[in-house]
């Protein structure tokens, strides 16, 4: 709590008008005495005149402030999508790993095949990897290429 | 809160409002910024309180939270603004050359001295107040506030404008 006497001191300090009970009272309170030392430099510092151009206008404020929140509605509004779409990077991206962790032996030989000898090779022989394998391979190719139009798409 | 009553409350409290966030920060373009924060930051949370007394209130604390995030933001840049301002001090006119200096003396006090001080002495407001805009315990502001107004006089007293 500040001294009850404050508000008078400072008043009495700012104005340099002092009557005796308040002298007194400025002698005896440590609070009070700090409080007018600073008071006529603080009176005089906050009178300068400080503005040499107007403020900024109301309306433009106001303005901006519908523009501001206008753009936290829609980032707002937007956040399950941007929610959705990280979901789908992490789905993506795992299910590459995925498959690529389930059929690494094949993938690795697959690679080793591709030479210009190896495709022939490879192209003449009925072997290949398994159906579900390619269904997996085409459903995730078809998803990234999906999420990348569309995030290529909303940056635009 | 609608657009005509905005400008009615932004006309009575911006003026004063700038006047603190220029002193804190020392610099006419950042209390502009922080002034349109501010309001900003007002009309999105439109904030439901029972006089204007509060809702002033509310924008000193606000205020006073921005201004501390900013010095935050340019404390690295620090020692080159005030290069920049006691190179331009040398050409100031009289009258400019005594506002500068009062600025410059209380551009030493720590920002949360010179938030203590405006609001105490210039605003008037009460330690609860002070305590709520400041982020303390109306009882630390007591002893904040002697301290800040001890260490004014100590620089007053050194520049030689002690009363």
Known sequence: MKCAHESNVLRAAADDRWTGALRGHVGECEDC????????????????????????DPAIVWLKAQLMRGTVDVAR????????????????????????????????????????TG?????????????????????????????ALHTILAEE | MDEARFEAFY???????????????????????????????????NPALASEEHQRRWLFRTATNLAFDHF?????ERVRMDERI????????????????????????????RALLWLAHVEEADHEDIGEALGV?????KVLLFRARKRLGELLTRKGLAP
């Not at chain 1, 409080?35 to 403020?55: G, I, K, Q, T, V």
């Not at chain 2, 700038?18 to 349109?36: E, I, P």
């Open chain 2, 72 to 76: 935050r933001e340019i404390k690295r």
């Open chain 2, 137 to 141: 315990k109306a009882k630390s502001v």
């Open chain 2, 86 to 113: 006691r190179e331009a001090a040398t050409v100031l006119e009289p009258r400019d050359a005594m506002r500068h200096d009062m600025m410059r003396t209380f551009e030493q006090l720590k920002p949360r001295e």
């Open chain 1, 33 to 56: 005495a700090a409080a007018a030392a600073a008071a006529p430099w603080m009176s005089r510092f906050s009178r300068m005149s400080d503005r040499e151009r107007l403020l900024p």
């Open chain 1, 119 to 147: 495709l022939v090779h490879t192209a003449a022989r009925a072997e290949s990897l398994s159906l579900t394998f390619f269904t997996v391979v085409i459903v995730l190719a078809s998803m990234t290429v999906t999420l």
């Open chain 1, 77 to 116: 509004i937007s956040r399950p999508i941007t929610i959705a779409q990280l979901i789908a990077y992490c789905v993506i991206a795992g299910g590459w790993a995925g498959v690529l962790t389930w059929k690494w032996r094949a993938v690795q030989a697959w690679i080793g095949t591709l030479t210009p």
């Open chain 2, 11 to 45: 006309r009575r409290t911006a003026g004063s409002l700038w006047s603190y966030l220029f002193r804190l920060t020392g610099n006419d373009a950042a209390a502009d910024d922080l002034l349109q924060k501010t309001f900003f930051r007002f009309l999105r949370a």
